[in-house]
């Protein structure tokens, strides 16, 4: 039997609450989630970006070290990614003797770099697809206008493929949300961190697991609704004609 006297109870800790202080008084829970999602997001689309244009490119020296770095980070497992800055890279004296040792053994700082190197790589293959897929029509289009390499890229090409690539990029951005529940184990207060803390006061599973899960699937239906109006503003040209 569920105990709801519990879930109310415990239900502030999961919106910063602490110690008998109200909803939002510290960082913990929903709001620390939310950093780690749209600082990640954020940062990792700054990256993509030039990434996935790069990932097109004809010159080698641009193509593989960006495909290099999408295999890597989409071949092996976020957890292990974050494992490797938050602990691993503590073992190297030149990365403790340096100035980066101070923001590196930061748990927040590692699982920022973590997320956004592993959302960058997912979100430049996202990008250099629709690049690749771009209607020719537009780019003849462009060209008959005398629209530069970089003029085509920049106003038809790159704001083509941005519209285009928004049903696979939300799926992006909800495998973040659901990836940041990682961070908790390196010792930060997310959402899951916080139910963790909570089963290890009361020994009760369900309870702050179950509320963790459900704060989860109301973000995770407000993004979805979020891109869903995007979408219909900004692909609407590419549905059925209204007759």
């Known amino acids: 039997m569920i105990d709801l006297h519990l879930v109310v109870d415990k239900l502030p ?9 109200p909803a939002m008084s510290t960082t913990d829970g929903l709001i620390l989630t939310l950093e780690l999602l749209f600082s990640s997001l954020l940062a990792g689309l700054c990256l993509a970006l030039p990434m996935g244009i790069a990932l097109v490119s004809k010159n080698p020296f641009a193509r593989w070290p960006v495909w290099l770095f999408t295999y890597l980070f989409r071949g092996t497992p976020m957890l292990v990614q974050l494992f490797i800055i938050y602990y691993g890279l503590s073992q190297f004296d030149a990365v403790r003797d340096s100035w980066a040792w101070a923001y590196l053994q930061n748990a927040y700082v590692c699982a920022i770099i973590a997320f956004t190197l592993n959302t ?5 293959e ?24 970089s003029l085509r890229l920049r ?5 083509s493929a941005l519209r285009r690539a928004l049903p696979s990029y939300s799926n992006e951005v909800v495998m973040m949300l659901q990836g940041t529940s990682i961070a908790g184990l390196v010792t930060l207060a997310d959402l899951t961190g916080v139910a963790r ?12 697991f179950l509320t963790a899960a459900a704060i989860y699937l109301v973000l995770t239906f407000l ?3 979020l891109f869903k109006r995007m979408e219909k503003r900004w692909l609407a040209y590419l549905g059925p004609r209204k007759h």
């Open 197 to 208: 803390r909570v089963y290890s006061e009361t020994y009760q599973v369900f309870e702050p």
């Open 126 to 149: 996202i990008v250099a697809g629709q690049i690749r897929t771009t209607p020719w029509g537009e780019i003849e289009a462009a060209k008959a206008m005398g629209m530069s390499r």
């Open 155 to 159: 106003r038809i090409i790159l704001p």
């Open 13 to 21: 800790a999961f919106f910063g609450g602490t110690d008998g202080a």
């Open 223 to 225: 993004i979805v609704m």
């Open 120 to 124: 960058a790589a997912y979100t430049t």
